[in-house]
Nanobody
Framework: QVQLVESGGGLVQAGGSLRLSCAAS????????MGWYRQAAGKQRELVAL???????RYADSVKGRFTISRDNAKITVYLQMNSLKPEDTAVYYC??????????WGQGTQVTVSS
């Protein structure tokens, strides 16, 4: 079992920045890929960014050039630096981790609200 605790959400004006953090505990040796999904009101959950155990990042087209994902393997923490935020980035952001053989674990979600 892997437990994930997110922090860093909040309210920001358009054009501003926020940094999300997600700390893992439990069966941390099993963790491979970590990343972030988001879900806006009335919409399906969508992948925002992921980072492999080797440090390779991937991004949704909608956030490329604005968001940066990183991970600290010593702290078993993944970060999402969000710059140039837009109102359409407003959503609940969920951290996830894929472990072998534990499967996919999810954080509780953190609200990000971008005002225009």
């Amino acid at each position: 079992q892997v437990q994930l605790v997110e922090s860093g959400g909040g309210l920001v004006q358009a054009g501003g920045s926020l940094r999300l953090s997600c700390a893992a505990s439990g069966s941390i040796n099993s963790i491979r890929t970590m990343g972030w999904y988001r879900q806006a009101a009335g919409k399906q959950r969508e992948l925002v960014a992921l980072i492999t155990s080797g440090g390779s990042p991937r991004y949704a087209d909608s956030v490329k050039g604005r968001f940066t994902i990183s991970r600290d393997n010593a702290k078993i923490t993944v970060y999402l630096q969000m710059n140039s935020l837009k109102p359409e980035d407003t959503a609940v952001y969920y951290c996830y981790a894929i472990g072998v053989p534990s499967g996919t674990s999810w954080g509780q979600g953190t609200q990000v609200t971008v005002s225009s």
